[in-house]
């Protein structure tokens, strides 16, 4: 490691991924700048439904759904302000036509799904007005809130050293001798044994400036929060008709698919249309009412396994980006800062490296 550098590690871009990281490492005593172009979670992940799906991680990642249970419960020990709410999840509807729905008793692992009765169904969620003959139940499932769990990393991250600095873009990368070695920012440059670049979409435009690419894609999410009275729902529901959750007292949120940006089919009239539904779908939701549409622009890699390790270009330049984000970001983060502080490379990270994509 190079002595001379301020920081051991430059990370830019302080979503979920960047927040997680830089966490890691300054628990470690890691020497860490995080830097932000606008403001902390004002990404992908501030547009997230908040949901902690282990259990849908399918093959290559499927290996890492115990551990991402098991790294949100000990942040959860570690920052007992970090916001973490196993609620379970019933699927049921057209989006369950898929599913194998013959697993019905107990189960061994609260990964596996159980098919569950209408009685159980009313148990769960006695506000749903059309409960279904039968669902399945993922006991497995979580919420946290994107925003104040990025925050809640930033502020564990500072008060181990971190330096943070929000609206600071990174015009690109720096490079001497075929290493990367920090930033150069509308502040200043910005030096670091190791940069790491966890921005999202912002990722492939820096590297496009120093002619290298990944086949990182946007992909459109609409987040719909209501204003309700009262909880109306325990857990997560996703149906046919709707996916929402509780979002405390007074909100409940819903994801839906974007479509396009015509009147018809535009995140406004989604928006309208998710209301009717839920209104429809839950008892006691007459009264709710739409508080804000937001569409949320998430990085997609082309293959859709994550992203984590070295560019191969240049020495010093490491990259971190997954989907789903919010549910693999505190492992995948936490294995990570692993590898960049030992500098050995962990076999549980082998199938998402940058190379797969550089010839």
């Avoid at 890691?24 to 932000?36: D, M």
């Avoid at 309700?228 to 996703?238: A, E, F, K, P």
């Avoid at 859709?304 to 191969?312: C, E, F, K, T």
């Avoid at 983060?333 to 960049?340: D, P």
Wanted: charged share 15%; net charge negative; proline share 6%.
């Amino acid at each position: 490691m190079n002595q001379s550098y301020r920081y051991d590690l430059v990370i830019v871009g302080a979503g979920i991924h960047g927040a997680s990281l830089a966490y890691y490492c300054a628990q470690a005593g890691q020497r860490v700048i995080l830097i932000e172009e606008s403001r902390p979670a004002s990404g992908a992940s501030g547009h997230a439904f908040g949901w902690i799906n282990a259990s849908a991680l399918a093959e290559p990642v499927q290996h890492l759904a115990q551990r991402v249970i098991d790294d949100y419960n000990r942040l959860h020990t570690e920052l007992p302000s970090f916001p973490l709410r196993w609620c379970g999840e019933l699927t049921y509807g057209a989006c369950q036509e898929k599913q194998d729905l013959s697993e019905v008793g107990l189960s061994l692992s609260p990964l596996q799904p159980l098919t569950i009765s209408q009685d159980a169904i009313r148990a769960l969620e006695p506000n749903l007005a059309h409960p279904p003959i039968r669902a399945r139940y993922m006991a497995a499932a979580g919420v946290t809130s994107p925003v104040e769990a990025i925050e809640c990393l930033i502020q564990a991250a500072k008060g181990f050293g971190a330096s943070v600095i929000s609206n600071c873009a990174a015009n690109e990368l720096l490079v001497e001798s075929g290493q990367v070695v920090g930033v150069s920012t509308q502040s200043g440059n910005i030096h670091g044994s190791k940069t790491v670049l966890t921005a999202g979409l912002g990722t492939p435009n820096l590297l496009s400036r120093q002619g290298m690419h990944l086949p990182i894609r946007s992909s459109p999410a609409i987040i719909i929060k209501f204003d309700v009275s009262n909880n109306l729902l325990n857990g997560i529901v996703s149906s046919s008709e709707m996916e929402a959750r509780q979002a405390g007292a007074r909100t409940l949120i819903a994801a839906e698919d974007y479509i396009d940006d015509t009147q018809e089919n535009g995140p406004v009239a989604i928006g309208l249309r998710a209301l009717k539904a839920i209104r429809a779908e839950l008892n006691g939701a007459e009264s709710i009412e739409l508080r804000s549409v937001a569409v949320g622009w998430r990085p997609i890699p082309d293959d859709r396994l994550p992203i984590v390790g070295p560019m191969s270009q240049y020495g010093g330049l490491y990259i971190m980006s997954a989907h789903p984000g919010l549910t693999l970001a505190p492992t995948l983060a936490r294995l990570f800062s692993q590898e960049l502080i030992t500098n050995i490379a962990t076999p549980l990270l082998n199938n998402f490296r940058p190379s797969r994509f550089q010839v």
